[in-house]
C-alpha cells in the first residue's frame, strides 16, 4: 500500500456526517470552490458568491462569515498534527500505528463521538501508550478507579480528530465484540518496523504469562481468520515460534525474545 493512502482526505472526510450533503467529501470541495472565489471576488457579496457557483446561498453565507463544515475542520486539524501528511516511518505515523493497536488490544473508540480511550497494561503509567500519545503532541488525562477495571488513557484535545483517523486506518468503532474483526490494512506490505511496532503493542497489553516459563499466551474471542491473521503476523516479526491453538495465540520463549516481550 503506498503511503499516500494511509489516511486520505476524502476518507477522513467521509467519516462526519452531514444534512446536507449525501457524501460529506462534497461539503469540504464546496467549501474551498467557494472561499476561493471570494478571495478573487472580494466585492461580491453571498447572493453573487451563490448565483455563480449554483449553490444555495443559506448554505455558504455561514463560510463566508467564518464558519466551516466540521469535515474541514477535522482535516485542517489532523493536518496540523501531520496525520494526513505521515507516511510509514514518520514518528507521526509510528504514534498512530501504535494507538491502533491499542484500539484492538486494549482501547476503543465510541462510536457515537468517535472518543478514544486506551486502557493502561500491566506497566501502568509506564505503559507504551503513554508515550504513543506524547509522540503525538496530545494532551490526556488518566481515568482510574474504573471498578476494578484497568486505568484509562484519555485524549483531552482534539480526541473526535485522533478516533476518526484511527478509524480510518482500521481500528474498530463501537464494542469490539459486535464487530467480526480484520487486521488494518496498511499492515500488509507494510516495513518489519510498522509489523513489529503493532505485533509488540498487541502482545504488551494481551499477552499472558506463564509461571516459571518465558512462553507467552493469547486469549482473544474473536473471529477465526482474525485470530489467524494475527497469528500470522505475530509469527512473521518473531521469525516462527508463534502458533493458533483452538482458542489462544501461543508465543515461545525465543519468540518472545525475539519480540521483546518477556517481562
Not at 494511509?6 to 470552490?33: F, G, K
Not at 494526513?84 to 509510528?94: I, K, N, R, V
Not at 501502568?124 to 486505568?151: F, K, N, P, Q, T
Not at 515460534?241 to 520463549?253: F, K, M, T, Y
Amino acid at each position: 500500500m503506498p503511503d499516500a493512502d494511509l489516511v486520505t482526505e476524502q476518507a477522513l472526510a467521509r467519516t462526519y456526517d452531514s444534512r446536507a450533503y449525501a457524501d460529506t467529501y462534497d461539503a469540504v470541495t464546496d467549501y474551498r470552490e467557494v472561499m476561493d472565489y471570494a478571495a478573487r471576488h472580494p466585492d461580491k457579496g453571498s447572493s453573487a458568491v451563490a448565483s455563480a457557483l449554483e449553490l444555495p446561498r443559506s448554505r455558504i453565507r455561514p463560510w463566508l462569515d467564518g464558519a466551516k463544515p466540521d469535515a474541514v475542520r477535522g482535516l485542517e486539524t489532523a493536518r496540523e498534527y501531520g496525520w494526513l501528511e505521515a507516511e510509514y516511518g514518520d514518528p507521526a505515523f509510528t504514534a498512530l500505528n501504535t494507538l491502533v493497536a491499542n484500539v484492538f488490544s486494549g482501547g476503543s473508540i465510541a462510536e457515537q463521538y468517535h472518543q478514544p480511550s486506551f486502557a493502561l497494561n500491566h506497566r501502568g503509567e509506564e505503559s507504551h501508550v503513554i508515550d504513543a500519545l506524547e509522540l503525538a503532541g496530545l494532551e490526556y488525562r488518566i481515568v482510574a478507579d474504573r471498578d476494578g477495571r484497568a486505568d484509562e488513557a484519555r485524549p483531552t484535545e482534539d480526541a473526535s480528530v485522533l478516533g476518526r483517523v484511527l478509524a480510518v486506518l482500521g481500528a474498530p468503532v463501537g464494542p469490539k465484540a459486535d464487530h467480526r474483526l480484520t487486521l488494518p490494512a496498511y499492515l500488509e506490505g507494510a516495513p518489519a518496523d510498522v509489523r513489529e511496532t503493532f505485533a509488540y503493542a498487541y502482545l504488551e497489553n494481551r499477552a499472558v504469562e506463564h509461571q516459571g516459563k518465558a512462553t507467552l499466551t493469547l486469549r482473544e474471542n474473536r473471529n477465526r481468520d482474525y485470530l489467524e491473521s494475527l497469528a500470522a503476523l505475530i509469527d512473521d516479526v518473531a521469525g516462527g515460534g508463534v502458533s493458533l491453538r483452538e482458542r489462544d495465540i501461543v508465543v515461545s520463549a525465543d519468540a518472545a525474545r525475539e519480540l521483546g516481550t518477556v517481562r
